[in-house]
């Protein structure tokens, strides 16, 4: 008996069909009635010829329910589809046919109600949980129909591990028939999966199907007909499926809630193997039931009018420009412009002159003079060039015998130095992909990191290894010291790179093919705007970034720098530059000291030296014991760059005083592009007194470097970037960076890298700013931190900006409160000397504040509030988390509590997408 209504499901949509069964498991004539959610009869009344069919097919203990917003999405797009979201048999309120029904037969149940409801191409399936296998095996009989093939959550093989122990617990013979069948245990711990919780009403929408015993009878036999061994009665189905899929030449799409306890990570790097052509979304803290944890709905929309969409007719996208001002170079017609996962525009890149990463390293294999330097605790350890090349070669050797391949992933959990180096250039050798993400993301955020990657090998350091093991990171464990016998089983231990060096001495390393277009690295971002993303870099995208910052700061070969800025490390040998790693914790730049930058310095008469803001600061702060030995190495220098977010003025001139022979240059980038501009204190300082149009309101990141484009897109009332891609001075919008050394794409991120690659030709960066007269870009904030008050769209760092030039104030930020539209532009410090916990600032230092705001901006701030230290990312310690802030002060002024420990540390924060 169907009943209803349900929460979400429109009227029009149920129905029930009689259908003949041809599935071995029932007998032969059987006619079974068929449950299904169907929309034909709702566009058929619109008069809507629908773009095609999407077959839905639900797992175990879910029904057609679970597809309802994708239906009403489907039914109310521009370009309807027809959506057919199935009840299985003995499932949902389809007949119960008091057969046990295999995988096999399911497959074959599908092909029968297809057949009778006369569905015809072109069609594209949606499985979730074991309706994955059996979309897929439909979508194997029915080639001549298939369209494409989208999945959640799924597996179709085992994939080398044991079922996970939430299947073990259910088939157990002691708690299957109890837990699935005698009691809706088994439903109420799925629903329980959900992020955030299911409502009361959906939640008893999903049991409705399933009030009795006698109805939940195929819940327990679809968790007994799990294929978990070649034993089992299902597994040639279901090896079928696993194997046949290799083949399918159709779009795939696959949408994954990594928080999954049954069908992790591991089951989609799987699939990946098996669909390498797919599309892939990681929504990063949603679980089992994708489908309510995230809107899935309109992201397989837009993917279905990317991939199955006809061409678009040819089109130049216009850049508006000041008058008599050329449209940017590059723009590119729409075909030339197609993305996928994000990537960056070919044209910019491709065609570029290629030389690889490695090659001054292979140039430079007879030179003995130092290549790279550590500055240890023990004293300074040398490589030189001929050392560094031989290791290299040894190392590839090595990492080849125990089977990594061109293509395999490998995550470098090990700190900036000799061996991080050496294990770079021993993976870009052999075409392996390494993973680089910072320890100082903290446990958590590089979990999240290391997963998302899926690495085939994992190599670290002791702390690292410990991680890996307790929280099941995936990859073949390799120790990058020597271990114990003990402590290698204790950690899962495979190997050790110094014992794959030794053994490598004896090898020779393969000649890989060079493909300057295969992926060569995925970094990750900093984390300091959700969750970290993993950046794909190419080869030659790698290779351009060597020669942006070569043709950029004039580094030749022999040149001598300092790396305290982490994601340079990798590119000394690749400029054929000595470089030196200072004493200091790499994930954490604050603890780079003046004595420990000069001591670097010396060790290689370094005449370039690249550090964070935070590192800097922290440089500043600990000179005034600095000897005069020290104070020469750092007057030698020439040249210092500073990256990761802006340097005021001030703060440069405190740091020339230290190297008063350098050229300071402030380069603006991110991790998906650096660099993509560039100013020096000198220009920072003519452009704080330039009457140029444009100029003043942000931070002046200089003119892009050479190669670089950059354009905005300007902002609308609701402080969206709707805009078209403009190079008009003073038009405040969404910066839009193009280049060669622009990542690849988004890794295992569809939707994020689809709307960074939204403007055909241009990467949206998530930042605000505009170009003034003279070229020069300005920085505004994120656009994720745009105020929109009643007054209108307002940008944070002017105001920001004018706040630290009220006497007793430190850095600010300045966060919005309240609804969209109207909210309040609230002031967050810290002072000097600093306070001892977070309150109202006193009556003067607000009064200050406001009044220096106003002036300068026009803004009028709605409350000032001091704290002890404003909460920063964890790799630059100095991007403020201005959505931390924000949240926080709209609890405390809305009665909450001052928190006197407050340290939101929250980078890592997993949002709704």
């Known amino acids: 008996m169907v009943a209803g209504p349900w929460p979400g499901v429109r009227a029009a949509w149920p129905r029930t069909l009689d259908v003949p069964s041809t599935a071995g498991a029932s007998a032969p004539g059987s006619v079974h009635r068929w449950h299904v959610l169907d929309n034909a009869a709702e566009l058929a009344a619109r008069g809507v010829a629908p773009a095609g069919t999407l077959l839905c097919v639900h797992g175990n203990p879910t029904w057609s329910y679970l597809w309802r917003d994708l239906i009403a999405a489907a039914s109310d797009a521009e370009r309807p589809w027809r959506v057919v979201a199935v009840d299985q048999l003995d499932m949902g309120f389809s007949e119960r046919t008091g057969a046990f029904r295999r995988l096999g037969d399911r497959i074959t149940d599908l092909g029968d109600l297809t057949d009778a409801l006369g569905l015809e191409g072109p069609v594209v399936t949606v499985g979730h949980d074991w309706g994955g296998a059996v979309s897929l095996g439909w979508a194997l009989r029915h080639r001549g129909s298939l369209a494409g093939v989208v999945l959640t959550n799924t597996a179709v093989h085992p994939a080398g591990f044991g079922l996970p122990p939430a299947l073990r617990l259910a088939l157990h013979p002691a708690v299957h028939g109890w837990g699935t069948t005698s009691t809706a245990a088994f439903l109420r711990v799925t629903h329980a999966l959900a992020r955030p919780r299911l409502a009361d009403d959906v939640r008893a929408a999903y049991l409705a199907p399933y009030a009795t015993a006698a109805r939940r009878a195929g819940v327990g036999n679809f968790v007994a007909d799990i294929p978990a061994a070649p034993g089992h009665p299902s597994w040639p189905a279901l090896e079928e499926v696993a194997e046949g899929i290799r083949g399918l030449d159709v779009p795939a799409l696959l949408l994954w809630g990594p928080k999954d306890p049954v069908f992790s990570d591991r089951y989609l790097r799987d699939l990946i193997d098996r669909l390498p052509g797919a599309d892939v979304h990681r929504f990063e803290g949603a679980g089992h039931l994708l489908a309510e944890d995230r809107d899935i709905a309109g992201p397989v929309l837009d993917w279905l009018g990317d991939a199955l969409a006809e061409p678009a007719a040819a089109r130049i996208p216009s850049t508006e420009s000041a008058p008599g001002t050329a449209r940017p170079e590059g723009a590119t017609t729409g075909a030339e412009a197609k993305q996928t996962e994000g990537t960056a525009p070919r044209t910019t890149g491709a065609d570029a002159a290629y030389r690889p990463l490695g090659a001054e390293l292979d140039a430079r294999r007879g030179d003995v003079s130092p290549a790279v330097v550590d500055m240890l605790d023990t004293g300074t350890r040398n490589l030189s060039w001929s050392e560094l090349a031989e290791r290299v070669d040894a190392l590839a050797a090595g990492l080849d015998s125990i089977g990594v391949r061109r293509g395999d992933r490998v995550s470098l959990l090990v700190p900036p130095g000799i061996e991080l180096t050496t294990l770079i250039y021993a993976c870009l050798r052999l075409g392996a992909v390494i993973v680089v993400a910072d320890a100082g993301l903290g446990t958590a955020g590089l979990g999240r990191a290391v997963a998302g990657a899926g690495p085939g090998y994992l190599i670290g350091i002791d702390r690292a290894l410990v991680g890996a093991r307790l929280l099941g990171w995936p990859g073949e464990r390799i120790a990058a010291a020597e271990l114990g016998a003990a402590r290698r089983r204790a950690l899962g231990v495979r190997h050790t ?76 040998p690749a400029l054929g530059a000595t470089s030196v790693t200072p004493a200091m914790d790499a994930t954490s730049p604050k603890t780079l000291t003046a004595a420990a930058l000069a001591d670097a310095a010396a060790a290689i008469d370094a005449g370039v030296v690249f550090a964070s803001p935070a590192a800097l600061a922290s440089v500043l702060a600990t000179a005034a014991g600095l000897d005069e030995p020290a104070r020469a190495a750092l007057g030698r220098v020439s040249l210092l760059l500073s990256a990761g977010a802006p340097l005021s003025e001030p703060l440069l001139a405190r740091v020339q005083a230290l190297v008063p022979a350098a050229r300071l240059h402030t380069p603006y980038g991110m991790t998906e592009a650096l660099p993509v501009a560039d100013i020096d204190l000198a220009g920072i300082r003519a452009a704080a007194g330039s009457d140029a149009a444009g100029a003043g309101n942000g931070v002046c990141v200089g003119r892009p470097v050479p190669g670089a484009r950059v354009a905005v897109a300007p902002l609308d009332a609701g402080g969206a970037a709707t805009g078209r891609p403009s190079t008009r001075p003073g038009v405040s919008g969404e910066i839009l960076v193009s280049a060669p050394h622009l990542m690849d794409r988004y890794d295992r991120l569809w939707i994020t890298g689809r709307h960074a690659a939204s403007l055909p030709g241009w990467h949206r960066t998530g930042d605000v700013g505009h170009l003034d007269a003279e070229g020069r870009l300005w920085v505004e904030g994120r656009l994720a931190h745009t105020l929109t008050t009643s007054g209108g769209v307002r940008t944070p760092v002017a105001s920001e900006q004018a706040v630290e030039t009220v006497p007793g104030t430190g850095r600010a930020a300045v966060v919005g409160v309240g609804p969209a539209g109207a909210q309040l532009p609230v002031v967050v410090l810290e002072t000097v000397p600093r306070a001892r916990r977070a309150a109202p600032a006193q009556a003067a230092l607000a009064a200050g504040v406001r009044a220096a705001v106003a002036a300068s901006t026009g803004v009028a701030v709605a409350a000032v509030l001091v704290v002890p230290e404003l909460p920063t990312d964890v790799r630059h310690n100095s991007k403020i988390d201005r959505a931390a802030l924000s949240g926080w002060a709209e609890r405390v002024l809305g009665g909450g509590r001052f928190d006197a420990r407050f340290r939101v540390h929250s980078p890592n924060r997993d949002p709704r997408s």
Not at 499 to 526: M, N, Q, W
Not at 528 to 537: D, F, I, L, Q, R
Not at 547 to 569: H, I, K, N
């Open 497 to 572: 790179v110094p014992g794959l060096l030794d053994a490598g001495r004896s090898l020779r390393a393969p000649e890989t093919p060079h493909d300057p277009d295969a992926d060569a690295a995925v970094l990750f971002t900093s984390g300091s705007t959700g969750p970290a993303k993993g950046v794909v870099y190419t080869h030659r995208r790698l290779a351009a970034m060597r020669d942006a910052v070569r043709e950029t700061y004039g580094l030749l070969p022999g040149s001598a720098l300092v790396a305290g800025f982490a994601p340079f490390a990798l590119l000394g």
